[in-house]
């Protein structure tokens, strides 16, 4: 019978590179419209079981539910990553082209709103003509959040969130989010080695473990049972 309230579900799905186990997650719900923060050190599995559920790696044991079905596959085997979920991992990558063009290329006739929406105030009206390349990583981390969120996807998945953002950015951000998780109803992933951070948004907090999940507890982020379902179905 399928469980409408639930986005995703993980049964014993396990990661090998190397001969060694890198994650090994017995079981896992994931709700809709519901913020989770994956807590753990580096090496403990949490960029793994986010590329997992972004449909990015194929487990190598073990199955992951995603909205009562598994991940569609290609001729090859390859998991074809639904468009619907949108997975931001921010490293050192640097691009030449300016970011109007950055959002131009993907949002089209929006990118004017976008520009007044964002850019409109203080240093950020200067980064809108400017570089990507000429960026810090944490104003690259902010433009890229800043995408995922007007690219309104059902789920949001950020890797190492907010690590680059300095404390204006991060502000910002955390209110965007809660807004998008409040009125649209998004499902929202973050994962970090700080959970002080996190919690302040995350309803669930998951620690992971040497790719084990060792602990489940509430975050600081309580949601009215009426509210949720309430929610669109999304």
Do not use: C
Request: charged share 25%; glycine share 8%.
């Amino acid at each position: 019978m399928k469980n409408k309230t639930l986005i995703y579900e993980i049964n014993n799905l396990k990661q090998v590179v190397n001969n060694r186990h890198t994650l090994q997650v017995g079981k896992l719900q994931i709700h809709k419209g519901t913020i989770y923060g994956i807590i753990g050190t580096v090496g403990s599995g949490k960029s793994s079981l986010l590329r997992h559920l972004a449909g990015l790696e194929k487990p190598t044991e073990g199955a992951i539910i995603y909205d009562n079905q598994e991940f569609k596959t290609n001729w090859f085997g390859k998991i074809i990553s639904p468009k619907e979920i949108k997975y931001i991992s921010v490293n050192g990558e640097k691009r030449n082209e300016p970011v109007s063009k950055y959002f131009s290329a993907k949002h089209g006739k929006r990118t004017e709103i976008i520009q007044k929406k964002y850019f409109n105030a203080g240093y950020r009206r200067f980064m809108w003509n400017q570089p990507m390349s000429t960026l810090s990583i944490g104003e690259i981390s902010w433009v890229k959040m800043i995408d995922a969120i007007e690219s309104d996807p059902r789920v949001l998945i950020i890797d190492n969130y907010a690590v680059f953002l300095d404390n204006d950015l991060e502000r910002d951000v955390n209110r965007r989010l809660k807004n998008m998780n409040r009125n649209l109803g998004t499902t929202i992933i973050l994962s970090g080695t700080d959970n002080t951070r996190i919690q302040r948004l995350a309803s669930v907090m998951v620690f992971l473990d040497n790719g084990h999940i060792a602990k489940v507890r509430s975050g600081n982020q309580r949601r009215d049972n009426r509210s949720y379902y309430k929610k669109s179905n999304r």
